[in-house]
């Protein structure tokens, strides 16, 4: 299959399990496992690294000091948290698809966003950043454990990250884009069968079971949590 994609996706919508979902229906070897907090990754330290056929699409650019988009010609899967129009204009061949959503999907967004990937990021100097008199003493595991540090991530980045994120992406000119609740199985869109048509890959059970896996675990951990927050 020589189609070429990229998902592009808000921390906490599902991106690499959207990517792993397009990889077996382009038959990228992976076995990607689903944590017990409902992730599908391990922020690039794994598997990520070592798969045939998907790159994160960022590299460091030693010149500019920051992450740069990067094509890569033997490369048919790309996943990445941002993406520029110069980038779109400039390579035809990858199909852009972004994962959207409105305004009403923002909190549990976050909430995802944090309870996943933050433990990851959480480190002394992190929390030394965020500290109040309120606060337990630092740990690696405060996020799982305070409730409080939990809703203060939560409640500062629904205001200075998500939805500034969606706004500045939203003119961006994508092939198709997928809804959140889609992803994460909140309405009644089959993902597999929009993933199916959108690379002309053949669905097979084990497809299903592992979005089936995927779905009901993260509506389990978030989804009546983040509708009563």
Known sequence: MNKKFMIHYHP???????TTVFAKLMN???????????????LGQGIWNEVDGINFAHSFDK?????????????????????????????PDIKVIQIGAMPEDY?????????????????????????????????????AES?????????????????IW??????????????FKTVMGLNDENLVNIVAKITGGKIT?????????????NKKLYFNHARQS
């Open 12 to 18: 906490g919508t599902g991106g690499f399990f959207l």
């Open 28 to 42: 990228i070897a992976i076995n990607t496992a689903i944590s017990d907090t409902g992730d599908c990754h391990d």
């Open 63 to 91: 010149s500019i000091g920051d992450l740069k988009l990067m094509y890569h010609p033997g490369v048919n899967l790309y996943s990445t948290h941002a993406v520029t129009p110069e980038f779109i204009q400039k390579n």
């Open 107 to 143: 909190r549990l967004i976050t909430t995802m966003f944090v309870k996943k990937a933050w433990p990851n990021l959480w480190t002394e100097e992190e929390y030394n950043k965020w500290v109040s008199p309120y606060y337990p003493p630092y740990s690696r595991n405060n996020i």
């Open 147 to 163: 409730e409080l540090i939990c809703q203060d991530l939560i409640n500062d980045f629904i205001i200075t990250r998500t939805p």
């Open 166 to 179: 969606f706004e500045q992406h939203s003119q961006l000119n994508y092939a198709h884009v997928i809804n």
């Open 205 to 217: 059970d084990d497809i299903h079971d592992f979005v089936r896996e995927y779905q009901q675990l």
